[in-house]
């Protein structure tokens, strides 16, 4: 079955473009279950009530989401429900880009597996200088009643300032995991290889759209999106984009 995934954090915008994705592939909204949270991101039971939510999928069920970042608070809790999902035959698909997180793609497994690397890695990069830190706040806290992050945010307490679960350092890492495999695939596809020269060449974009659908029809190995399927309007222009700001 297919469900679609949202949050009440910027609803208006995970719904906007859920359903674009979904409109670009022919798949209608009503013909998926939506299953919606209204836990806020600072709750503790936020990540108990996505944990609850896999009780109900089963293998072969695939989870429609605008960003994986909704889906936990930091990259442990993500990495810990990728991973189950992931041994469950669940399947997530990030409509913002159209990265799948699929047990069956070798690819997935090696994402599931960067997100852990990158969740230990913050992790240790901190441990080093939190000690020090953490001296220093306290003491801060205790004469002066709190202190200065370094984004300028009065701090009365130690930790992450209320609301704010995501920190920029594990956006970054996962943000540069995914640049590295789309780079990775780009070098490698001969679909994309191939736009890129007709685009060069001035072929008009609805013929190569045509033509690389015919290809993909005969040979969806080579002639394939990176999410495997066949190319549309929206992909097209964005590769014709970055192209050009290339150029």
């Not at 473009?17 to 936020?46: A, Q």
């Not at 789309?182 to 001035?202: C, D, F, H, I, P």
Request: with cysteine; aromatic share 10%.
């Amino acid at each position: 079955m297919r469900y679609i995934y949202y949050t009440n954090h910027k609803e208006d915008k995970q719904r906007t473009g859920i359903k674009d994705y979904l409109t670009f592939r022919g798949i209608f909204w009503g013909d998926c279950t939506t299953l919606f949270s209204d836990f806020k991101y600072d709750d503790p039971n936020y990540d108990v009530g996505i944990k609850n939510m896999l009780t109900s999928l089963a293998e072969g069920d695939i989870v429609y989401v605008w960003d994986l970042s909704v889906l936990a608070r930091n990259l442990d809790s993500l990495y810990a429900l990728l991973l189950s999902a992931s041994q469950m035959g669940i399947s997530f698909v990030q409509c913002l880009d159209g990265e799948v997180i699929s047990s069956e793609s070798a690819e997935s497994l090696a994402f599931i597996k960067g997100v852990g690397l990158a969740s230990r890695i913050i992790f240790e990069s901190k441990s080093l200088s939190s000690k020090r830190g953490l001296d220093e706040k306290r003491r801060l806290i205790e004469e002066q009643g709190g202190f200065y992050n370094k984004n300028g945010e009065w701090m009365t307490r130690l930790g992450p300032p209320i609301g704010r679960t995501f920190s920029e350092s594990s956006r970054a890492a996962m943000g540069a995991g995914h640049r590295r495999r789309k780079e990775e695939w780009r070098a490698t596809s001969v679909g994309y290889n191939w736009v890129v020269s007709q685009l060069k060449a001035g072929i008009p974009r609805r013929q190569i759209l045509a033509e690389f659908n015919r290809r993909h029809v005969t040979n969806p190995e080579d002639y394939s999106t990176r999410t495997g399927g066949p190319l549309c309007e929206g992909t097209l222009s964005r590769w014709a984009h970055e192209l050009d700001d290339q150029e």
